[in-house]
């Protein structure tokens, strides 16, 4: 895929779309006024000026900024109501409605929130205008992937990555790619997003599915050229973890990843010293009364790690 060969006005057409929210945020929300006193003023403008769908998009925004959602897909219908015509507005319920059925809410079956997302944002996917087409295909993308439909939400991400480089729709295709078994189209696309983007997330992301592929190849039963393959990704990864060892000052989380390196080289020893390391850190930067929980499952997964290589020793 030539992302880079996609036309400059393209790309920023489809930044425009995301922006779209921004832009039609009321200027006095832009102030330090409370999300409550925005929907007071807004209410009050209604009630003076009359009804707009603007102006109910604007309160929607309020409204889910304090978690009313109920309240945010209402408005939201009603803005639609006023404006079928408003992307905006039809994105961000079917937004809405795709975060309701992940929750595992059950909302009553007159609420906008019941609805399906994909109904809501059909008339998008279909769109002449290849900004609003991209962003309502990689949004139905991202609903296909949490209905586990890998294969659907693949395509839709390719389809959408063909107009913008996203960063969220490189790495979820990437998931989809691998639920499929597509470990090596998985990887190819990492390696084009992170040359696009040069994104840290990314990078990681690319390391840690190069470790995912190593382990699987080896448990299964793969051919030689398979394991061939492993092998050279077990190398990749491993050039990426000794530059992130060295330019990170926090290095836990990538002396983890050479911890699983050394251990699929069959080296317990190196890995047993890597995780022992990681776990000195990881206890260091704990000692805090709010720590982070990024942090405390690292150390769950460098005491996983390290159990298991203390079994291997004996």
């Not at 087409?133 to 439909?149: C, F, M, N, S, T």
């Not at 448990?219 to 990426?240: R, T």
Request: hydrophobic share 40%; glycine share 2%; net charge negative.
């Amino acid at each position: 895929m030539s992302t880079n060969a996609k036309p400059r006005h393209v790309r920023n057409t489809v930044e425009l779309v995301f922006t779209l929210y921004l832009l039609m945020v009321p200027y006095w929300s832009l102030a330090h006024d409370s999300p409550a006193t925005v929907i007071s003023q807004l209410t009050a403008t209604m009630a003076d000026e009359g009804v707009s769908a603007e102006l109910f998009f604007r309160r929607a925004s309020e409204f889910r900024a304090i978690r009313y959602y109920q309240r945010a897909a209402y408005d939201l219908t009603q803005a639609l109501a006023l404006d079928n015509t408003m992307v905006a507005a039809r994105l961000e319920l079917a937004r809405l409605q795709l975060q309701n059925q992940g929750n595992g809410n059950r909302s009553k079956s007159d609420s906008p929130l019941s609805k399906d997302p994909l109904a809501t944002i059909a008339s998008l996917t279909t769109h002449d205008d290849h900004a609003i087409r991209a962003a309502a295909v990689a949004l139905r993308g991202e609903i296909y992937l949490a209905k586990q439909q890998w294969k659907e939400a693949a395509a839709d991400f390719t389809e959408s990555l063909s107009v913008e480089p996203n960063l969220a729709w490189f790495l979820w295709r990437a998931e989809a790619h691998m639920q499929l078994g597509l470990d090596d189209e998985a990887i190819e696309g990492l390696k084009i997003a992170y040359a696009v983007t040069q994104s840290p997330v990314v990078r990681k992301t690319l390391c840690d599915s190069y470790l995912a592929v190593v382990k699987k190849k080896r448990s299964d039963d793969s051919p030689i050229d398979s394991l061939s393959a492993g092998n050279s990704y077990l190398e990749q990864a491993s050039m990426i973890i000794e530059e992130e060892l060295v330019e990170n000052r926090l290095k836990s989380s990538w002396r983890i990843r050479s911890g699983k390196v050394l251990m699929l080289r069959g080296d317990s020893h190196k890995a047993h010293e890597e995780l022992r390391k990681a776990l000195e850190e990881l206890d260091a930067r704990l000692e805090t009364s709010h720590p982070d929980p990024a942090l405390v499952q690292d150390r769950i997964t460098a005491q996983s790690l390290l159990a298991e290589c203390t079994q291997l020793h004996q």
